[in-house]
């Protein structure tokens, strides 16, 4: 058994449609925890600096732009196998294939504004981590 953590954001497309506490509770219903969690409105470099994996993809400049255009909530869950869980309970990227009882399946809009974000592996995990919280603001 292995006790991870792992980044989440809800996107501005659902905070701008109130779904915080509704993705929160399908999040605490999964049997995750918030360890860490905060409103914020990231500037168009934060975003950039962000998604800087995707620098080279023809949807960079939009994306930055979506991930900008409104506020969003940071978050580090925690539990078991936290990662996996997590991307599970998200759904696929594109909410047409996503599967039935997925967050994206309920909220997501379309395939850029898709309301949450989840950490894909423990490395990019620590590091989305260390880019929004430091360590007296997370409490597992
Ligand atoms: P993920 O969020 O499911 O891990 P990634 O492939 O890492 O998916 O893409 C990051 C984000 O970029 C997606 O969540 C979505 O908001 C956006 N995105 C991915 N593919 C496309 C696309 O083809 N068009 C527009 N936006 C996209």
Redesign the pocket.
């Known amino acids: 058994m292995t006790t991870e953590r792992t980044f989440s954001i809800v996107?501005p497309d659902a905070v701008e449609r109130n779904l915080i506490g509704k993705i929160f509770a399908m999040i605490e219903d999964s049997g995750l925890r918030i360890a860490a969690t905060k409103k914020i409105h990231m500037t168009k470099a934060q975003a950039e600096g962000f998604?800087a994996?995707?620098k080279d993809?023809?949807?960079f400049n939009?994306?930055t732009d979506?991930m900008c255009s409104g506020p969003c909530v940071v978050s580090v869950l925690e539990g078991e196998n936290a990662i996996s869980r997590y991307?599970e309970l998200?759904g696929?990227?594109?909410p047409e294939n996503a599967a039935e009882g997925t967050i994206r399946k309920r909220f997501a809009k379309n395939?850029?504004?898709?309301s949450v974000?989840?950490s894909?592996a423990p490395e990019t995990a620590a590091t989305e981590i260390a880019y929004f919280f430091n360590q007296l603001e997370i409490v597992g």
């Open positions: 996107k998604y994996v995707h993809r023809p949807f939009d994306l979506y991307r998200m696929a990227t594109n395939i850029e504004a898709n974000h989840g894909d």
